[in-house]
């Protein structure tokens, strides 16, 4: 069992900057991905950011430039900087952690309660 922690959800202005962060606890295998995902009222949930134990990352094209990902493997962190604020950025943000025991062939998925982002002025 893996539990997720979030935080440094709020509210800002347009442009501004806000970082999220989520720490991962429990059993925690060494080959996983972490990330946060996202979703608006009425939309699906969609990918904002994620990054391998191992360093890769991928973003949503609309993210791209504007947030960093990055991970704290010791303290199995991720964190999330979120830089050039839109309205569109608006949503419930869930940190993400997924795993594959070595003696498992599926990936096991594990999320977070979720954090409020508003952008607003």
């Known amino acids: 069992q893996v539990q997720l922690v979030e935080s440094g959800g709020g509210l800002v202005q347009p442009g501004g900057s806000l970082r999220l962060s989520c720490a991962a606890s429990?059993?925690?295998?060494?080959?996983?991905?972490m990330g946060w995902y996202r979703q608006a009222p009425g939309k699906q949930r969609e990918l904002v950011a994620a990054?391998?134990?191992?360093?890769?990352?991928n973003y949503a094209d609309s993210v791209k430039g504007r947030f960093t990902i990055s991970r704290d493997n010791a303290e199995n962190t991720v964190y999330l900087h979120m830089n050039s604020l839109k309205p569109e950025d608006t949503a419930v943000y869930y940190c993400?952690?997924?795993?594959?025991?070595?003696?498992?062939?599926?990936?096991?998925?594990?999320w977070g309660r979720g954090t409020q982002v508003t952008v607003s002025s």
């Open positions: 429990g059993t925690i295998f060494s080959r996983n991905a």
């Open positions: 993400n952690y997924r795993h594959r025991p070595t003696y498992s062939t599926t990936w096991y998925d594990y």
């Open positions: 990054i391998t134990s191992g360093g890769i990352t």
